[in-house]
């Protein structure tokens, strides 16, 4: 079930999108604290936050993810790095 409420919670960011960032923010946080270990939440999730200005609370959530995935056993996902790179780019890493 709860997967299943993490999807519909991303739906729901996913029709926010542009309109109201911080309502799409918001559904997307719910859905990871549900589901923590989606990748692509985290991803979307940094991409609002910088989107928003946000570049501390997107680095902390970088940071989160790499704790998830260390955690989980997996090694950094070379695709997710080049990911968060791009997102970071001429700037401090995440």
């Known amino acids: 079930m709860t997967r299943s409420q993490a999807d519909v919670l991303s739906q729901l960011?996913?029709?926010?999108?542009?309109?109201?960032p911080?309502?799409?923010?918001?559904?997307?946080?719910?859905?990871?604290?549900?589901?923590?270990?989606?990748?692509?939440?985290?991803?979307?999730?940094?991409?609002?936050?910088?989107?928003?200005?946000?570049?501390d609370d997107?680095?902390?959530?970088?940071?989160?993810?790499?704790?998830?995935q260390a955690g989980l056993g997996l090694p950094p996902n070379p695709k997710t790095e080049k990911t968060l790179a791009s997102l970071f780019a001429g700037n401090e890493e995440p």
């Open 22 to 55: 911080e309502q799409a923010l918001y559904a997307l946080e719910r859905a990871r604290a549900l589901d923590p270990d989606t990748e692509e939440t985290y991803l979307r999730i940094i991409r609002l936050q910088l989107g928003l200005g946000r570049r």
């Open 58 to 68: 997107a680095r902390r959530t970088a940071k989160l993810l790499r704790q998830c």
């Open 13 to 20: 960011a996913e029709l926010c999108g542009d309109d109201d």
